[in-house]
């Protein structure tokens, strides 16, 4: 629980309910719920905003992590981060503690505990123990952080006994990521990006993020001592947390701070498999990209949204024997105008292998439901004169609906699936079709799977009993919904 604060804090720190309920993976509903729920526990209003109440970041974090809290005996990432988070949390930030607790983690029982130890003395032993960068070591030197912390910080992170698995982690970081403007990959669609691209000895991600994408994509392909890993990041801040991630995992990697479209930082260089979740709405200016930069083949990304430029970048650094897979925004399988012209001369080309759509309700912060882009260098029909066809299906989501996870059983069948047709068999996975090239045509190149695969029938569909239950079982948490608001309404007056 949190003590009543006499003022409030800066209004940078303080957040709305959409803000708490992505702090929560939880809906807005779901975090209105708990605050009617629990009106003596709550976080105490502090502010207020044209959307609504406003709350100390700080005072949400530790009310979380009071709710949910780890067993602090159990030895695991996730209690000692919550402790971290409790430890720092009256000098700094929530949203600038994460680079913090992902070093001290990944240092964990390297860090000898000691009495009377500054933080100064703290990130001095940090950067000798992670060998960071001059720049690393200046990101946690600008934390103010009050000498008395930093030697429980330290007994805390000796604690640990298990490394960390990339579930511990993507969890981990779902919970600490706010303020970045950086959402992770779920893990779920990691695994299953890693899967549809296969094993490799070289991987690729141009927009890294945290990391957990192309970490999914080593622990796919094995760990072999060969195996090249390399990610840029334009964030040096979220590529220290990068770095560390894999840290962790101990897992070798070639990290660039970078703006990957502004530059090519790695030109000639060529990867057996780039896997990349493309950032969402992000807009270019029209000075930020050169017209002579030899990357954009196939379309002039021009100053609107990014997504053709991100997709010729992977492109670009795709060996000829090689298989990109990207994760998109739906408006990438039927926008028009720059991104149509891209998408049906990548068609002509013969690189487009595969689409598939995901099922909506994978991102806490977006109902989107996204797809995957899988282009292939070295398909089997390439060369034949027309293009050959596309496989294009979808994932669809247990009992219809948003979902919270993909369901792991149709995503790896899908996979499986796929790998054997784009090897040449004549079999297609479930809610899937091969689209010939002639059909994508007539439909002007439109990627969507409603269009082109028909309802699955017979056990794929629920039955009418079924329908009739799950009707049933809605119209009386309608009912009582209806109640519960007519009680509240009632008591407010």
């Known amino acids: 629980m949190t003590d009543d604060k006499t003022a409030a804090s800066p209004a940078s720190d303080l957040i709305g309910m959409a803000d708490i309920a992505q702090m929560a993976g939880q809906r807005r509903a779901t975090v209105g719920n708990w ?63 994460l680079p913090l607790i992902l070093a001290l983690l990944s ?44 030697e429980r910080l330290v007994v805390i992170a000796s604690r640990i006994e298990a490394p960390p698995t990339l579930d511990d982690i993507s969890g981990l970081l779902d919970r600490f990521r706010f303020g970045f403007g950086v959402h992770d990959t779920p893990v779920g669609i990691a695994k299953l990006m890693a899967a549809l691209a296969g094993p490799g ?9 945290f990391g957990t994408l192309l970490a999914a ?16 990041e334009v964030s040096r801040v979220v590529a220290l947390c990068a770095r560390l991630v894999f840290r962790m995992l101990g897992i070798p990697v070639d990290i660039i701070v970078a703006d990957s479209l502004a530059t090519d930082i790695r030109p000639g260089t060529t990867y057996e498999r780039v896997v990349a979740d493309l950032p969402m709405g992000q807009r270019l200016l029209p000075e930020t ?15 609107t949204g990014a997504s053709p430029a991100w997709i010729q970048e992977c492109l670009h650094h795709l060996a000829p024997s090689g298989r990109a897979v990207l994760l998109v925004p739906p408006s990438a399988l039927f ?22 759509a995901l099922p909506p309700g994978l991102l806490t912060h977006t109902p989107v439901a996204l797809a995957l882009l899988i282009f292939r260098r070295d398909r089997p029909r390439h060369g034949s004169g027309t293009p050959g ?18 369901d792991e059983t149709l995503a790896s069948a899908f996979a499986a699936g796929y790998h054997a047709w784009s090897d040449g068999a004549e079999d297609v996975p ?64």
């Not at 009377?116 to 990130?123: A, G, K, N, P, T």
């Not at 105008?337 to 689409?355: C, E, F, K």
């Open 289 to 303: 990209l050169s017209q002579e930069d030899p990357r954009w083949v196939f379309e002039d990304p021009g100053a």
């Open 335 to 356: 926008a028009q105008a720059r991104a149509g012209r891209l998408r049906q001369r990548l068609i002509r080309a013969d690189l487009l292998d595969a689409v598939v």
């Open 201 to 209: 000895h070289s991987f690729y991600d141009p927009c890294l993020g």
């Open 35 to 97: 605050k009617r729920r629990y009106p003596d526990d709550f976080p105490k209003q502090r502010g207020s905003s044209p959307r609504g109440p406003l709350y100390d970041a700080a005072e949400v974090a530790a009310w979380l992590a009071s709710q949910t809290r780890p067993s602090a005996e159990d030895g695991g990432i996730a209690a000692a981060a919550f402790e971290m988070a409790d430890a720092m949390r009256s000098d700094v930030p929530m949203q600038d503690q």
């Open 389 to 406: 066809p596309v496989l294009i299906g979808e994932i669809p989501s247990i009992g219809g609906g948003r979902a919270r996870a993909l």
């Open 107 to 150: 240092a964990g029982r390297d860090i000898v505990p000691g009495s009377r130890i500054s933080y100064l003395d703290l990130v001095t032993a940090l950067a000798q123990v992670l060998e960071l960068a001059d720049e690393e070591v200046l990101v946690l030197s600008a934390l103010n952080l009050a000498d008395q912390h930093a």
């Open 430 to 493: 479930a809610f899937s079709r091969a689209v010939t090239y002639s059909e994508l045509a007539e439909n002007e190149f439109v990627l969507q799977p409603r269009r082109h695969v028909p309802i699955a029938a017979g056990d794929a569909m629920p039955g009418l009993e079924e329908l009739a239950e799950r009707l049933a079982t809605a119209l009386k948490a309608a009912q009582a919904a209806d109640a519960f608001i007519a009680d509240y309404l009632e008591g407010a007056r």
């Open 217 to 232: 994509c080593s622990r796919e392909g094995g760990t072999s001592q060969g195996q090249v890993l390399a990610g840029q």
